[in-house]
């Protein structure tokens, strides 16, 4: 049976949100608030109980909530937060990304429900438009330029589909704030042909046109190209700390320690100097789109 990893990235926000609380927390005697307090408080003799739930491998029962609330003391922000982060975490079983466990690696899943919790998104691309601004027809012909060789036509079209669902996000009532940032390399590119990128272009017109959606360019007047595939993930509490992500062939690869947090914060504000304006980049992606529809 396949990993719910849907399920198992939420416990994680849970879990790391349920340490910072229990570490914010003081005892009466001013003492910082322990695991073994915790769990002397829920009446167990171990603090395994406890760390289950801090290393995200467990939610806590109603009863237990009730007293993790009283001995961390929460605040009215604190305890709404982390119960919204319960009832929507244990709703993940019926994730749409549950859908393609065992097709995928359980890395890219764990990032899908990641990115879908998450209240900024950037993403620095290079030579390929990012995975969220792909339209069919493009992400079908990246994929079978790539690995047309080792993927059925049927995995292809799933791998399709998982990009595309991926962009309801969008539609969300509360969206994310999206910045993107990719070369001029990707805009030239034909990938699919000339009519694939015509369309290609005018969805990411679209895209750029949202109040929500910031698109980048990096040119090729810049001094340095991008060089990473790079994704920064930003959540909504105080407390949670942010993550990033590297794509590669076989998933993705994540650091959170806030040293290598900070250095990749480096590298996409090196990218953002670089880049053109939003202004200036949806100049340039209109008058691409004028050549492929002229030639």
Not at 78 to 106: D, H, Q, S
Not at 271 to 286: F, G, P, Y
Request: glycine share 6%; aromatic share 8%; charged share 25%.
């Amino acid at each position: 049976m396949a990993l719910n990893t849907a399920a198992m990235a939420a416990r994680k926000r849970f879990g790391d949100a349920l340490q910072e609380a229990r570490k914010a927390a003081r005892l009466p005697t001013g003492e910082a608030v322990q695991q073994r307090d915790v769990a002397r408080a829920l009446g167990y003799k171990s603090y395994n109980r406890v760390s289950q739930m801090e290393r995200g491998l467990t939610w806590p029962k109603d009863d237990e909530w009730k007293i993790l609330v009283k001995v961390l003391t929460m605040d009215l922000a604190t305890r709404v937060r982390l119960e919204t982060m319960i009832t929507e975490g244990k709703a993940t079983a019926g994730a749409w990304w549950t859908e393609f466990e065992g097709e995928f690696p359980e890395s890219l899943l764990q990032f899908v429900a990641f990115e879908d919790a998450a209240q900024r998104i950037t993403t620095c691309a290079v030579n390929v438009l990012p995975a969220l601004l792909q339209t069919r027809n493009y992400a079908r012909s990246v994929t079978t330029g790539i690995a047309g060789s080792v993927l059925t036509a049927d995995a292809v079209e799933r791998s399709v589909e998982l990009r595309r669902n991926r962009r309801s996000i969008f539609t969300k009532a509360n969206p994310p704030a999206v910045e993107l940032i990719f070369s001029e390399a990707a805009l030239r590119q034909e990938a699919g042909g000339r009519q694939v990128m015509v369309e290609q272009l005018d969805s990411l017109i679209e895209d750029g046109s949202s109040r929500t959606v910031n698109l980048r360019v990096v040119p090729f007047s810049a001094p340095v190209p991008s060089m990473h595939i790079l994704h920064l993930l930003e959540f909504g509490g105080e407390d949670e700390k942010p993550l990033t992500a590297f794509d590669s062939m076989t998933g993705m690869t994540f650091q959170k320690r806030p040293k290598e947090v900070r250095e990749n914060r480096y590298y996409i504000e090196a990218m953002r100097k670089l880049a053109c304006s939003s202004v200036e980049s949806m100049a340039m992606i209109k008058s691409m789109r004028k050549e492929f529809a002229s030639a």
